[in-house]
């Protein structure tokens, strides 16, 4: 069975945008937000946890408070399309390539997030480990300059 | 034994080729992984990728530490002061490359 949806019923999915809210907080204070037992809170968690649902619980850092500096791109790769698959398989292997995607346009198209600490850097990035990447046909790179919003998709109540 | 020439003259692996950008993580697919292929791809590459790698001192890095061609690489950082750009940029930069190819292809025969 391929890509079978879970059924969810609104308790779980008022659960889940409580979490995506705020994931940090207890069984008892979601709980006390939808008027139900944090035992029940916990039983619909593991279950959804289990079931591959709740992928993983992860921190958004401002990394400028904390010194790092960091620039994103977006990088457009335009591949042979019989080595479309392998291309993609290694750039998800760089630790630099934050996301790898695949895109149907005219052309197949990989689409990368990557992130360095300059722009000297994220170039010999591309010019020295993706550029020679066998496939590789032409990258078109854009700098991220501003960042409007950042959000995963949110479930609905 | 390989000679000065034949080093320099030689065909380096993919991973050690000169990857043509325009911009910074900008890609044009031109790649060469020789003196003989880069004096090629000189001639038909897009002009602003020869303008962004002459200012960002490329050539001559390559040309240097890939290549092993000290003299090659001075001659190319020699252009930089000449302040050139678009097809004017890309006749010197072929003059100069094609002419140290073929001195070096004549040191071969000697």
Do not use: C
């Amino acid at each position: 069975m391929k890509n079978q949806a879970m059924v969810l019923d609104g308790l779980d999915l008022k659960i889940l945008q409580a979490l995506q809210e705020n994931a940090k907080q207890t069984y008892t204070e979601i709980g006390s937000q939808l008027s139900v037992a944090h035992s029940t809170v916990y039983d619909r968690i593991k279950r959804m946890e289990e079931q591959g649902i709740i992928k993983k619980y992860t921190t958004l850092l401002d990394l400028e408070k904390v010194g790092m500096k960091q620039i994103t791109a977006i990088m457009t790769v335009f591949t042979d399309p019989k080595e479309s698959d392998n291309v993609a398989m290694r750039l998800s292997h760089f630790k630099e390539v934050l996301e790898v995607s695949t895109s149907l346009s005219e052309e197949l198209l990989i689409i990368a997030k990557v992130a360095a600490e300059d722009q000297e850097r994220l170039h010999s990035f591309i010019a020295q480990s993706i550029a020679p990447l066998p496939g590789v046909l032409r990258i078109r790179t854009s700098i991220i300059t501003k960042k409007y919003k950042e959000q995963g998709f949110l479930v609905e109540k | 034994m390989m000679t000065p020439a034949s080093r320099i003259l030689r065909t380096v692996p993919r991973e050690n080729a000169f990857y043509f950008f325009t911009s910074i993580g900008n890609y044009t697919g031109e790649s060469a992984t020789s003196l003989e292929e880069f004096v090629k791809k000189v001639k038909e590459v897009n002009v602003k990728s020869l303008e962004f790698h002459l200012y960002r001192g490329d050539f001559e890095k390559w040309a240097s530490q890939t290549l092993e061609d000290k003299d090659l690489a001075e001659k190319i950082r020699n252009l930089h002061s000449l302040n050139l750009a678009g097809d004017s940029l890309r006749d010197q930069l072929y003059f100069t490359a094609s002419k140290r190819y073929e001195k070096l292809r004549s040191e071969l025969h000697e």
